[in-house]
């Protein structure tokens, strides 16, 4: 019936309502504790209890509700992946592996993290905007720090000299 993205706040909830018959009301809806306002509006009570700005408290019957939007609701977090590239950026960080890490267990990190990133996995998924784009930069970031590490791989294995030649040839 009403949701928006799960609101966490509980307490006195600053809102503004605006009824069926076009009334709008501003003012705190008193939340029980232990319980957000999108369960107390979802809740089987038929009435919530309402404290106008100018105002007595009063109970508003939930069918006379259009809609309720909360105010003064923090700002989202910001989600900021970090670097996918430059000085600061940390192929063996991201993967979460020491520089000392064998082969195997870069691969096993990857793909550990690779599966739980991967675009596919939330496809479908209803996400806000800010949490999606955070998700595909992580993936970015992942297969960025491995390809860095590959290629740091293939570097250190062209310095190094032969370990086995075949004697009498020449």
Same mark, same amino acid.
């Given at each position: 019936m009403f949701n928006r993205g799960g609101q966490q706040q509980q307490g006195p909830a600053s809102v503004e309502i605006v009824l069926e018959d076009g009334h709008e009301l501003q003012g705190t809806v008193l939340v029980p504790p232990g319980r957000t306002l999108a369960e107390l509006l979802n809740g089987s009570t038929s009435f919530i209890e309402f404290q106008p700005l100018d105002g007595?408290?009063? #109970?508003?019957?939930? $069918?006379?509700l259009h809609a309720v939007k909360p105010l003064n609701v923090p700002s989202k977090p910001? /989600?900021?992946?970090?670097? $996918?590239?430059?000085?600061? #950026?940390?192929?063996?960080?991201?993967l979460g592996v020491k520089?000392?890490?064998?082969?195997?267990?870069?691969?096993?990190?990857? /793909?550990a993290l690779a599966k739980i990133y991967h675009?596919?996995?939330?496809a479908t998924a209803e996400l806000p905007s800010e949490v999606r784009e955070y998700l595909s930069v992580m993936a970015r970031r992942i297969n960025a720090a491995y390809d860095v590490w590959q290629a740091s791989q293939k570097k250190q294995a062209a310095r190094q000299e032969p370990v086995f030649t075949k004697a009498g040839q020449g």
């Open positions: 007595e408290r009063m #109970f508003v019957a939930k $069918t006379a910001d /989600l900021w992946a970090g670097p $996918t590239e430059g000085s600061s #950026f940390d192929p063996y960080a991201v520089q000392s890490a064998s082969r195997d267990e870069v691969r096993d990190a990857y /793909l675009p596919d996995r939330y």
